[in-house]
């Protein structure tokens, strides 16, 4: 049944309470022949950082902006708190969504003090309730003392905590954060990052972050959906992700992994290029693929050894050994900062620990 606004009835305060911050169903969006997004599911649950992580052009964006109402779907339907906001035939404008955003420039009105910022979306508000939300927010991102600077005065990581105090200021029900921190140099983007989280779970917001930046995903967010070519392969916290991908996809894009062929020795042994190695659950199929990561590769010299190394990638805190088998299989081994081993190298290749199996993709 539909409303006399042509959406279908909101949920009831009972119902809405036990329902996702954020429901998006079955939604699909095309833009001329380019599907965009296509038949996504996701649902965020209240208090809840989701990252929204894939590769340029997979669709997250276009999804954030469904979300936000700045696109409308195709097909499918989104709900905020319980309340359908967008079907193909209707639409709940932006700015009545109670959703707040965080854009990738920040935005920030370059005449207005960050006061002045985060008043933005209080215009309503009764004087003393303003003054002293503006206040509380203020506080929350520690940026008490710079009321009345302006953004031009502030440093890359200030103007992002004053975009983000101006988005939590009205209360959203959502907060929105767009590649929130791809314009941060890399010495500054570990430390707002971790503020940013502070803050929105001191705010006990509910957020959704679109980034491509996997560190970025991990370390931030409580669950992470990973997308790609408009769809979403897995939605999980993000120790499962990375250690129980879903698919071929989630594998190699979330972290290093290399994907070897296998053969179902029993339920819970497979034999690969490395030999016979044991997996993490029940082995799907009599041929399938399993998930090697570099750190679960131990390396031991030797001159008649089953692999050679074909380069080694310092990187201070540790280093990546590229090998090739005497089949031609490829891998990486992730080792301390330690030099060990040289291009031309020989060296016996063991796993540690299980591996993931993958239905076979060959």
Not at 125 to 154: H, K, N, Y
Request: with cysteine; hydrophobic share 40%.
């Amino acid at each position: 049944m539909e409303t006399s606004t042509g959406l279908p009835p909101a949920a009831t305060d009972d119902a809405a309470a036990a329902l996702p911050a954020v429901c998006c169903i079955d939604v699909s969006r095309s833009f001329g022949d380019v599907v965009a997004v296509r038949e996504l599911d996701l649902k965020v649950a209240r208090g809840c950082i989701t990252a929204l992580l894939g590769p340029s052009g997979c669709g997250k964006t276009t999804t954030l902006r469904l979300i936000a109402g700045f696109e409308q779907p195709d097909a499918g339907h989104i709900e905020l708190d319980g309340h359908v906001v967008a079907t193909p035939a209707r639409s709940v404008p932006p700015e009545r969504r109670k959703v707040g955003m965080v854009f990738q420039d920040h935005a920030l009105f370059p005449h207005l003090t960050v006061a002045g910022n985060v008043a933005y979306g209080l215009h309503r508000w009764p004087r003393q309730q303003r003054r002293d939300r503006i206040a509380q927010v203020v506080d929350l991102v520690d940026l008490t003392g710079l009321e009345q600077r302006l953004p031009s005065a502030l440093s890359g990581g200030q103007q992002q905590r004053v975009a983000l105090a101006r988005a939590l200021a009205p209360r959203p029900e959502v907060v929105l954060l767009d590649e929130p921190f791809s314009n941060l140099d890399a010495a500054l983007r570990t430390t707002v990052r971790a503020d940013v989280r502070r803050i929105l779970k001191d705010a006990g917001a509910t957020a959704v972050f679109v980034t491509h930046d996997q560190e970025e995903a991990l370390s931030l967010a409580d669950e992470v959906a990973v997308m790609g070519a408009g769809r979403i392969h897995q939605v999980a916290d993000p120790h499962t992700l990375y250690t129980r991908p879903a698919d071929r996809f989630v594998a190699t894009f979330v972290g290093d992994a290399d994907v070897l062929p296998a053969e179902r020795v029993d339920r819970y042994r497979v034999v690969t290029p490395l030999g016979m190695v044991a997996t993490v659950g029940p082995v799907p199929a009599s041929s399938v693929e399993v998930v090697v990561r570099p750190e679960a590769l131990t390396l031991t010299a030797n001159s008649s050894g089953r692999a050679h190394v074909q380069a080694v990638s310092y990187f201070g805190h540790d280093q990546l050994v590229q090998l090739q088998l005497a089949d031609g299989t490829s891998l990486r081994s992730r080792l301390g900062p330690e030099p060990r081993f040289r291009p031309g190298d020989r060296v016996d290749v063991d796993v540690r620990g299980a591996v993931v199996t993958l239905g076979s993709e060959r």
